[in-house]
C-alpha cells in the first residue's frame, strides 16, 4: 500500500498511482483528524469523495504518530492525552475515539488503536503493553459494532462496508506474540495486522516474529505487517504467511533520491550518472524509465526540481508495485520458491553507485 | 510558453504540458550554463533530447538572470562579469558566448543578449543602455552566422535550424524604441521580442510602448514580448501586434495559491474554500477542475503538499493556454474585438476571495 499520509501520495496525482499498479491507499489518521478535521471530510461525504480516489483505503488508528509526533504524550488506561504538533490543541486519542474517527473519514479498513512499544523493551514492559493493547482492541471493536449498529449519536458514519483489523503486538517475545494473536483472533475481526515490527530490529528476528505470529492467525483472512520495508522484507514476509505491508520506503527514499532498481540501488546524485544516457532501470516500464535518462534524473535532482520528487515516486512505487505482482504470479504459477531465490541472489539490494 | 526554467516545468512532467496545450517550452541558459553545463548538454545531443521533450524550446539569452541573480555582475563593453549564484565560480557572458551557448543546447529559437535596464532609467542612460544592445546584437547575429557557416571550433552545434530573435530596447521612450526597433530589424533576425518592459511600469505605458514597437516589426515575422504578464496582458498585447508571451505568473502563483480562474481569481488558502465542494473553475476542462474540489486544493495546500504544486500549476498553465487559444480562434473567426470585450468585462481578474 503506497503511503498518502494527508491524502495524496506526495509529489503524485491518484492516476499516477494506478498506472503503477496501486490497488489501495493508506492514510493516516492522526494527520487527517488534525488538519482538515474528521468532521470536514465526513461532510464532504468522507475521504474517498474529499481525495477523489475510487480505489480503497486502509486508515490506521493514529497512534503511532500519536507516540512518535504529537508533543507531550501522556498514555493512561483511558487512552493518549497529546498536543498538535501543528498548533499544541490538546487532543485525547481513545480506542473509541480512533474508531469513531475513522468512521468519519470512512476508509475500507480501519484499524484499532494499540499501544506502540519503544525497541528494545523488557519482557515486563512488553507484556504489559500488550495486554493494555488487548484490552484497547475490545474497546475498540465494541464501538465498532455500536457504530454499525447505528447506536452512537454524533459519529456521521461515511462507508457502511467498512473492515476492521486487529494489530498483534509483544515485541520480540514469541510468548507475548502468540498471547496477543490468540487474544486478538478471540476478540474477532476482519483481518489481522502484526504491529511493533521494522522498528530497528534484526531483520531476522522480524522475519521469525512473523512467521510465528501468521501462523496463529486464520489464513483465510488478511494478514497484514505493517511499517515493513524493503523489497527483500516483501518477499521474506510473503514466505512467511504476510499478505499486506504498507511502508514509506518507496515514496521518501524516492524524494531522497533513493531509488531501487532490478540492477541494484541508484543515489541518483552520484556524479557517476551525470552523464548516463540509460534509463534509470532498463527493465522497468514506469513512466520515468520509459521517458528519461539518469542524467536527466540526476540534473532535476540536483537542481532540487520538485519534478525530480515526481519522476522518483513513481519510479519506486511502480518497482515496489511491481514486485508485489511478480510475487504474486509467482504465488498463482506455484514458482514462488524460485522467484524468491532468484530475486535474494540477484543484484536488487546491492548499491549500483561504487 | 510555459516557463521551464532549468528543463522542466516545476512540479509538473512532459505530457501534462502537452495536455494543457503547451506548443513551446521556454528555457533560461543562465540556470543551464551553471548547472549542468551546456557542454554536458551538448554532449547528450541537446535540450530536446536531455529533458525528452519532442516540441520547440526558445531559450533565453542568461542576460536577465546575470543581471538579477547573480553575483557582482559587472557589465563592459565586451559582455558581463559575474559569479555563478551558486558557486561563486567566476563567468563571462559576451555576446558571442551566449549565441554559443543557446547552440549547443540547440533549442529552436535562440535570444541574442541584451543589456537588461532598471526602471525607471533616464533617457539618457536607457539611449546608451540600447545602443550597446544593438551592437551586442550585431555580434550575436555576426556569430550565430560563423556557427551556421561552421566555422567555429569548439562548438558542437545541436539544432541545425536554430533560429535567433533579436530583442528591442529602449525603456519606456518611443524615439529610443524606433531607432532600436529600426537598428534591430536592419541587421536581421529571423523573429524579434520586445524587452525591459513589464519591469514595473504602468499597465497604459507597456501597451503603448508594445504597440509603437510592434507597429515598427515585420508583421510577417514574430513579434515576442518578453517577460509578460496577465491574462488581461495578453489579450491587450495581442490586439497590439504581439505574437507570443512567456511569464512566471501561471506557475510561481501556481505554486503560491494564486489561481486564475474565468470567475475571478482564487487565493485557495482562504478559509473560504475550506468546505467548498464546487470544482476551481467549472468552466476549465483541465485535470484539475474536472477531479478535484476547492475544499481538496485548499486542504492540499495548507498541508504543503507537493501533490497541490503540481494540481495548481496544471490548472493555472491551462488556463493560460486556453486564454491564448480562445484568441487564435477569435482572430481566425474575427470576432477579436468582442472577445476583447467580453474577456475584459468579465470578473475574471477580480478576487473570488471576497
Chains 1, 2 share one sequence.
Not at 290 to 296: G, I, T, V
Amino acid at each position: 500500500m503506497p503511503v498518502g499520509t494527508q491524502g495524496t501520495v506526495k509529489a503524485l496525482r491518484h492516476p499516477d498511482l494506478e498506472e503503477a499498479g496501486a490497488e489501495i491507499m493508506l492514510s493516516n489518521t492522526y494527520h487527517l483528524l488534525l488538519r482538515p478535521g474528521d468532521e470536514l471530510i465526513a461532510r464532504r461525504g468522507g475521504l474517498h469523495r474529499f481525495i477523489g480516489w475510487k480505489r480503497p483505503i486502509l486508515t490506521d488508528s493514529g497512534g503511532y504518530q500519536v507516540f512518535s509526533l504529537a508533543d507531550r504524550c501522556a498514555i493512561t488506561e483511558e487512552g493518549a492525552d497529546f498536543r498538535s504538533h501543528l498548533d499544541g490543541a490538546r487532543q485525547m486519542l481513545t480506542p473509541e475515539r480512533a474508531t469513531d474517527v475513522q468512521a468519519r473519514l470512512g476508509s475500507d479498513i480501519a484499524m484499532v488503536l494499540d499501544e506502540c512499544l519503544a525497541f528494545p523493551a523488557t519482557h515486563e514492559a512488553a507484556a504489559s503493553s500488550m495486554r493494555r493493547s488487548i484490552r484497547w482492541a475490545e474497546r475498540g471493536r465494541r464501538r465498532m459494532m455500536e457504530l454499525r449498529g447505528g447506536s452512537v449519536d454524533g459519529v456521521q458514519v461515511s462507508n457502511l462496508g467498512q473492515a476492521q483489523f486487529g494489530i498483534v503486538q509483544g515485541g520480540v517475545f514469541e510468548d507475548l506474540r502468540a498471547e496477543s494473536a490468540d487474544s486478538t483472533v478471540a476478540i474477532g475481526f476482519e483481518g489481522y495486522a502484526i504491529g511493533g515490527l521494522s522498528v530497528g530490529e534484526p531483520n531476522e528476528q522480524m522475519y521469525s516474529v512473523a512467521e510465528a505470529v501468521t501462523r496463529r492467525l486464520p489464513s483465510d483472512q488478511p494478514r497484514y505487517l505493517m511499517g515493513a520495508g524493503t523489497p527483500e522484507d516483501l518477499i521474506e514476509c510473503v514466505a512467511r504467511g504476510v499478505d499486506m505491508f504498507d511502508c514509506v520506503m518507496p515514496t521518501r527514499n524516492a524524494r531522497n533520491g533513493q531509488l531501487f532498481t532490478s540492477q541494484g540501488r541508484v543515489n541518483i546524485k552520484n556524479a557517476r550518472y551525470a552523464e548516463d544516457d540509460r534509463p534509470l532501470d532498463p527493465a522497468c516500464q514506469c513512466y520515468t524509465c520509459r521517458h528519461h535518462s539518469r542524467a536527466y534524473l540526476r540534473h532535476l535532482f540536483m537542481a532540487g526540481e520538485m519534478t525530480a520528487g515526481a519522476l522518483n515516486t513513481l519510479h519506486n512505487l511502480s518497482f515496489y508495485l511491481d514486485t508485489m505482482r511478480r510475487i504474486r504470479d509467482a504465488i498463482a504459477f506455484r514458482t514462488f520458491d524460485r522467484f524468491r531465490q532468484e530475486f535474494l541472489l540477484s543484484s536488487s539490494h546491492l548499491s549500483l553507485d561504487s
